[in-house]
């Protein structure tokens, strides 16, 4: 039950960080902000300064930052609408930027015990699949594998795992960077204790790269980087049907992950480490699927704004702002309708 409270609360701060990016630019980029709020719901404590209303709601389940003119029209020259089409690009990008930030923020503290990082690297070649010849050499530790940079221990087995037959591979080797393009190292069928498995004989091992303060950071930033890449994978694969709409979970199923993974962690520390690693990747989940380009999402928004970029350079007239509404509304109780079905989805799954 702690754990699942955590994690309520881990969804407010990381929604409210989202609202506090808005919020931040907004005041610096010139736009009118009336009501900066932590919390949604019943309000529990406001107090006005300058021209903001700040408050503090009952449900800590997020927040937001209500500008001027950010849902209509407004005479205002300082509201949102009324400003150049860069700051609102640069007052939507905030609100993820902060979140991705969140996500490095919690990666670079967890480093603060690492005393080095594990880089993969060929160890051996399994008997019987003449890969001795591949092209790759014991040792050679991969950069890159077709196109994808290799930033982590796992990213190597993820992208070799991804990958068709034919492989090209970047490694780095005595020093010296190497290309490797179009190795042929296909899966093969292979005996094993768990019965016929398909394994392409490349085992991978590691070197150590010390832990210093600025390499702490630089991997904060590519593991980062990297779960940015998880998701837009997992995208890919939604869309080709590689996954099925039964494996998406939404916040009641993200909760009790989470729940999970605290309780079934050896020791409290370990509970700490393993469910704020969860939070970094989700703060940074949400940076991705916030700038995609759907109705109702900043990324929606940022799409209609280079539509009305467009119609203005054509015709010399703004698009009218009743069709944005309308497509954002519509968009917006779609998502409401699919929040509701994965919802339904994430209570199955538990009763299961």
């Known amino acids: 039950m702690l754990y699942i409270l955590i994690a309520i609360l881990m969804f407010g701060l990381l929604i409210a960080v989202h609202e506090f990016g808005h919020f931040f630019t907004a005041k610096l980029l010139g736009v ?12 529990l404590f406001s107090r006005k300064k300058g021209e903001t209303q700040y408050s503090l709601r009952l449900l800590p389940i997020g927040g937001f930052c209500a500008m001027e003119g950010e849902e209509g029209d407004s005479s205002d020259p300082r509201s949102f609408e009324n400003k150049a089409a860069w700051r609102k690009v640069i007052i939507l990008v905030a609100g993820s930027f902060m979140n991705f930030l969140t996500g490095v923020v919690i990666l670079l503290l967890l480093s603060i015990p690492a005393r080095a990082y594990l880089l993969p690297v060929v160890s051996s070649f399994s008997e019987g699949y003449g890969l001795e010849d591949s092209g790759l050499q014991i040792g050679d530790r991969f950069l ?3 196109g994808h940079p290799v930033w982590i221990f796992g990213d190597a087995k993820l992208l070799l795992d991804r990958a068709g037959d034919t492989v090209d591979v970047v490694v780095e080797r005595d020093g010296a960077r190497v290309v490797l393009d179009d ?3 296909p899966y093969q069928e292979r005996q094993t204790e768990q019965g016929m498995t398909r394994l392409r004989g490349i085992n991978l091992g590691a070197v ?11 991997m904060s930033v590519k593991q980062s980087l990297d779960y940015v890449r998880m998701v837009w ?4 694969d939604l869309i080709r049907g590689a996954v099925g709409f039964q494996d998406l979970s939404g916040p009641i199923g993200i909760v009790n992950t ?3 993974v605290g309780s079934q962690s050896a020791t409290p520390m370990q509970a700490v480490q393993n469910v ?8 940074i989940n949400l940076a991705v699927m916030n700038l995609l380009p759907i109705p109702a ?3 929606g928004r940022i799409f209609f704004l280079l539509i009305n970029t467009v119609v203005t350079l054509f015709t010399h007239k703004k698009l009218d702002p009743k069709y944005e509404n309308a497509v954002n509304v519509a968009g917006f109780f779609c998502l409401l309708a699919l929040m509701a079905v994965v919802a339904v989805n994430d209570v199955y799954k538990l009763i299961q």
């Open 32 to 43: 009118k902000v009336n009501e900066f709020s932590i919390g949604m719901g019943p309000e």
């Open 144 to 146: 890159e594998i077709d």
């Open 183 to 185: 190795l042929h190292i």
């Open 208 to 218: 150590e790269r010390p832990a210093t303060l600025l390499v702490k950071v630089e």
């Open 233 to 236: 994978f997992s995208l890919g």
């Open 258 to 260: 989470i729940g999970e």
């Open 276 to 283: 704020m690693s969860l939070v970094a990747f989700i703060a």
């Open 297 to 299: 999402l900043d990324g």
